[in-house]
Protein backbone atom coordinates (compact mmCIF):
# COMPACT_ATOMS: atom_id res chain seq x y z
CA UNK A 1 0.00 0.00 0.00
CA UNK A 2 1.14 3.89 -0.62
CA UNK A 3 2.93 5.01 2.37
CA UNK A 4 3.55 2.03 4.94
CA UNK A 5 3.97 -0.04 1.95
CA UNK A 6 6.69 1.83 -0.13
CA UNK A 7 8.66 2.24 2.84
CA UNK A 8 8.35 -1.29 4.41
CA UNK A 9 9.54 -2.45 0.41
CA UNK A 10 12.78 -0.11 0.60
CA UNK A 11 13.47 -1.47 3.89
CA UNK A 12 13.39 -5.00 2.95
CA UNK A 13 15.54 -4.57 0.13
CA UNK A 14 18.04 -2.32 2.09
CA UNK A 15 17.98 -5.22 5.14
CA UNK A 16 18.61 -8.29 2.55
CA UNK A 17 21.22 -6.08 0.78
CA UNK A 18 22.68 -5.44 4.00
CA UNK A 19 23.12 -8.73 5.20
CA UNK A 20 24.09 -10.19 1.55
CA UNK A 21 26.90 -7.72 1.74
CA UNK A 22 28.38 -8.75 5.15
CA UNK A 23 27.74 -12.53 4.62
CA UNK A 24 29.76 -12.71 0.90
CA UNK A 25 33.06 -14.49 1.71
CA UNK A 26 31.75 -15.39 5.73
CA UNK A 27 30.23 -18.64 5.64
CA UNK A 28 29.42 -18.43 9.37
CA UNK A 29 27.09 -15.39 9.08
CA UNK A 30 24.13 -18.20 8.51
CA UNK A 31 24.74 -19.83 11.91
CA UNK A 32 22.34 -17.93 13.60
CA UNK A 33 19.54 -18.92 11.47
CA UNK A 34 18.92 -21.73 9.15
CA UNK A 35 20.77 -24.16 6.80
CA UNK A 36 19.38 -25.97 4.19
CA UNK A 37 21.40 -29.24 2.42
CA UNK A 38 19.68 -28.80 -0.35
CA UNK A 39 20.77 -25.45 -1.44
CA UNK A 40 24.47 -24.48 -2.29
CA UNK A 41 26.50 -21.32 -0.04
CA UNK A 42 25.46 -18.49 -1.75
CA UNK A 43 21.36 -19.70 -1.87
CA UNK A 44 21.78 -20.24 2.05
CA UNK A 45 22.80 -16.58 1.89
CA UNK A 46 19.75 -15.44 0.23
CA UNK A 47 17.37 -17.42 2.20
CA UNK A 48 18.68 -16.38 5.32
CA UNK A 49 18.90 -12.91 4.23
CA UNK A 50 15.44 -13.10 3.48
CA UNK A 51 14.29 -14.22 7.19
CA UNK A 52 16.86 -11.70 8.72
CA UNK A 53 14.70 -8.70 6.57
CA UNK A 54 11.31 -10.62 7.38
CA UNK A 55 12.03 -10.14 11.22
CA UNK A 56 13.69 -6.53 10.98
CA UNK A 57 10.29 -5.71 9.13
CA UNK A 58 7.92 -7.92 11.94
CA UNK A 59 9.49 -6.22 14.95
CA UNK A 60 9.36 -3.00 13.60
CA UNK A 61 5.59 -3.26 12.58
CA UNK A 62 4.65 -5.22 16.23
CA UNK A 63 5.58 -1.67 17.74
CA UNK A 64 2.94 0.30 15.45
CA UNK A 65 -0.70 0.71 14.70
CA UNK A 66 -2.07 -1.85 12.24
CA UNK A 67 -3.00 0.43 10.07
CA UNK A 68 0.49 1.77 9.78
CA UNK A 69 2.35 -1.75 9.23
CA UNK A 70 3.51 -2.25 6.06
CA UNK A 71 4.27 -5.27 3.93
CA UNK A 72 6.62 -5.98 0.89
CA UNK A 73 6.47 -8.52 -1.92
CA UNK A 74 10.62 -9.37 -2.84
CA UNK A 75 12.45 -10.84 -5.22
CA UNK A 76 15.94 -10.93 -5.45
CA UNK A 77 18.86 -12.39 -7.75
CA UNK A 78 21.90 -13.16 -6.62
CA UNK A 79 24.87 -14.25 -9.32
CA UNK A 80 28.08 -16.38 -8.60
CA UNK A 81 29.48 -17.37 -11.69
CA UNK A 82 26.43 -18.80 -14.35
CA UNK A 83 24.68 -19.92 -11.20
CA UNK A 84 21.98 -17.71 -10.57
CA UNK A 85 19.78 -17.74 -6.93
CA UNK A 86 16.56 -16.41 -7.28
CA UNK A 87 14.66 -16.10 -3.84
CA UNK A 88 10.82 -14.79 -4.07
CA UNK A 89 8.49 -13.51 -1.63
CA UNK A 90 5.15 -12.29 -2.33
CA UNK A 91 3.14 -11.58 -5.49
CA UNK A 92 6.37 -10.79 -7.66
CA UNK A 93 7.32 -12.65 -10.75
CA UNK A 94 10.29 -13.89 -12.92
CA UNK A 95 10.63 -15.54 -16.23
CA UNK A 96 13.27 -16.92 -18.24
CA UNK A 97 13.22 -15.96 -22.12
CA UNK A 98 15.95 -18.64 -23.74
CA UNK A 99 15.88 -18.58 -27.48
CA UNK A 100 12.24 -16.65 -27.75
CA UNK A 101 10.88 -19.19 -25.44
CA UNK A 102 9.43 -18.21 -22.04
CA UNK A 103 9.70 -20.04 -18.49
CA UNK A 104 8.22 -18.68 -15.39
CA UNK A 105 10.39 -19.01 -12.89
CA UNK A 106 8.69 -18.43 -9.82
CA UNK A 107 5.06 -18.40 -8.62
CA UNK A 108 3.74 -15.41 -7.59
CA UNK A 109 2.26 -15.61 -3.85
CA UNK A 110 -1.20 -14.35 -4.77
CA UNK A 111 -4.43 -15.49 -4.80
CA UNK A 112 -4.99 -15.74 -8.19
CA UNK A 113 -1.99 -18.32 -8.04
CA UNK A 114 -4.00 -19.80 -5.50
CA UNK A 115 -6.95 -19.85 -7.86
CA UNK A 116 -5.37 -21.41 -10.72
CA UNK A 117 -5.60 -18.37 -13.10
CA UNK A 118 -3.41 -18.54 -16.06
CA UNK A 119 -1.06 -15.89 -17.08
CA UNK A 120 -2.04 -12.87 -18.86
CA UNK A 121 -5.70 -12.91 -18.24
CA UNK A 122 -5.55 -12.53 -14.09
CA UNK A 123 -8.49 -11.23 -12.14
CA UNK A 124 -7.46 -7.44 -10.51
CA UNK A 125 -9.92 -8.73 -7.84
CA UNK A 126 -7.83 -11.34 -6.87
CA UNK A 127 -4.54 -9.12 -7.34
CA UNK A 128 -3.52 -9.33 -3.71
CA UNK A 129 -0.52 -11.42 -2.24
CA UNK A 130 -0.85 -14.56 0.31
CA UNK A 131 2.01 -13.62 1.37
CA UNK A 132 4.58 -10.22 2.50
CA UNK A 133 7.62 -9.69 4.13
CA UNK A 134 7.41 -8.19 7.67
CA UNK A 135 3.80 -9.40 8.18
CA UNK A 136 4.31 -13.18 10.04
CA UNK A 137 7.54 -14.47 11.66
CA UNK A 138 7.25 -17.89 9.85
CA UNK A 139 8.53 -16.97 6.51
CA UNK A 140 9.63 -19.90 3.83
CA UNK A 141 10.88 -17.84 0.36
CA UNK A 142 10.34 -19.57 -1.98
CA UNK A 143 14.44 -20.82 -3.69
CA UNK A 144 15.35 -21.48 -6.76
CA UNK A 145 18.56 -21.91 -8.55
CA UNK A 146 19.43 -21.87 -12.34
CA UNK A 147 22.18 -22.75 -14.64
CA UNK A 148 22.66 -19.94 -16.46
CA UNK A 149 23.01 -19.70 -20.69
CA UNK A 150 24.53 -17.22 -23.20
CA UNK A 151 22.14 -15.27 -24.47
CA UNK A 152 19.54 -15.88 -21.75
CA UNK A 153 17.42 -12.97 -20.65
CA UNK A 154 15.61 -12.50 -17.09
CA UNK A 155 12.63 -10.48 -16.24
CA UNK A 156 11.89 -9.57 -12.83
CA UNK A 157 8.35 -7.87 -12.36
CA UNK A 158 6.16 -6.20 -10.06
CA UNK A 159 2.63 -7.67 -9.84
CA UNK A 160 1.43 -3.65 -11.61
CA UNK A 161 3.47 -5.25 -14.61
CA UNK A 162 3.16 -8.89 -15.52
CA UNK A 163 -0.72 -9.86 -14.25
CA UNK A 164 -1.82 -8.76 -17.81
CA UNK A 165 1.27 -9.63 -19.83
CA UNK A 166 1.39 -12.81 -22.35
CA UNK A 167 4.35 -14.99 -22.60
CA UNK A 168 4.39 -13.79 -26.04
CA UNK A 169 4.80 -10.19 -25.19
CA UNK A 170 7.91 -11.48 -22.81
CA UNK A 171 9.20 -13.70 -26.00
CA UNK A 172 9.01 -10.51 -27.96
CA UNK A 173 12.02 -8.81 -25.75
CA UNK A 174 13.96 -11.38 -27.17
CA UNK A 175 13.71 -10.94 -30.59
CA UNK A 176 14.08 -6.96 -30.43
CA UNK A 177 17.09 -7.22 -28.61
CA UNK A 178 19.15 -9.18 -30.65
CA UNK A 179 18.69 -7.13 -33.41
CA UNK A 180 19.77 -3.83 -31.32
CA UNK A 181 23.35 -2.50 -30.81
CA UNK A 182 23.07 -0.68 -27.40
CA UNK A 183 21.94 -3.64 -25.64
CA UNK A 184 21.72 -1.26 -22.18
CA UNK A 185 19.71 1.15 -24.39
CA UNK A 186 17.74 -1.78 -25.57
CA UNK A 187 16.91 -3.37 -22.23
CA UNK A 188 15.96 -0.02 -20.73
CA UNK A 189 13.64 0.70 -23.60
CA UNK A 190 12.11 -3.03 -23.28
CA UNK A 191 11.67 -2.61 -19.82
CA UNK A 192 9.35 1.23 -20.64
CA UNK A 193 7.74 -1.46 -23.65
CA UNK A 194 6.78 -3.66 -20.93
CA UNK A 195 5.20 -0.94 -18.46
CA UNK A 196 3.54 0.47 -21.42
CA UNK A 197 1.67 -2.48 -22.44
CA UNK A 198 0.60 -2.73 -19.17
CA UNK A 199 -0.91 -0.03 -18.44
CA UNK A 200 -2.48 -0.47 -21.78
CA UNK A 201 -4.17 -3.62 -20.60
CA UNK A 202 -5.24 -1.82 -17.47
CA UNK A 203 -2.05 -2.92 -14.72
CA UNK A 204 -1.78 0.19 -12.71
CA UNK A 205 0.24 -0.49 -9.42
CA UNK A 206 3.77 -0.97 -8.43
CA UNK A 207 5.17 -0.90 -12.28
CA UNK A 208 9.09 -2.07 -11.66
Known amino acids: GSGAGDLAAEKCLSYVKQFVDYGLGDSEVTL????????????????????????QLFDENKKKHINARGGASTLFVFFEGRTMTLANAGSCAAFLVRRGRVQSLVKPRSYN??????????????????????????LEPEILEVRI?????????????????????????????KKRDSLDLAIQEENQRLIGL??????????S
Request: charged share 20%; with cysteine.
Open 32 to 55: PFVYRSYLNSGANLIFNAFLHANQ
Open 113 to 138: AFKGVFQGSWNTQWDFPLMAMGQNKD
Open 149 to 177: EKGDLIILATDGVYPRLSEEDFAECYSIL
Open 198 to 207: AQAKGNVDNQ
